[in-house]
Nanobody, 124 residues
């Protein structure tokens, strides 16, 4: 099991950028694939991006391709989500999640550990 803590959310104008960080506890971080999900008010949680053991293996939902980048630093037990060209429809609570698989994985049920979430609000 791994504990996850997200930081970096906030209020930003449309077109701006934010970088979310997710710090993981434990010594086996490199053996987890990681994902970012988000949930907007009144909507179901949706997949955003995923990263496997190898940083070269990534998945993105279509709406964020070319704008968001997921990456990891195993030395710091941290996964990042760089978000550029933000849009009001990106407003949501963003969650990171960990899966004891090679990954990357889009499906939420495959993730066993979740952070508490960080709010991202994009104003128009």
């Amino acid at each position: 099991q791994v504990q996850l803590v997200e930081t970096g959310g906030g209020l930003v104008q449309a077109g701006g950028s934010l970088r979310l960080s997710c710090a993981a506890s434990g010594r086996t971080f490199s053996t987890y694939s990681m994902g970012w999900f988000r949930q907007a008010p009144g909507k179901e949680r949706e997949f955003v991006a995923a990263l496997g053991w190898s940083s070269s293996n990534t998945y993105y939902t279509d709406s964020v391709k070319g704008r968001f980048t997921i990456s990891r630093d195993n030395a710091k037990n941290t996964v990042y989500l760089q978000m550029n060209s933000l849009k009001p429809e990106d407003t949501a609570v963003y969650y990171c999640a960990a899966s004891r698989t090679m990954g990357p994985i889009r499906n939420a049920p495959a993730y066993t550990d979740w952070g508490q979430g960080t709010q991202v609000t994009v104003s128009s």
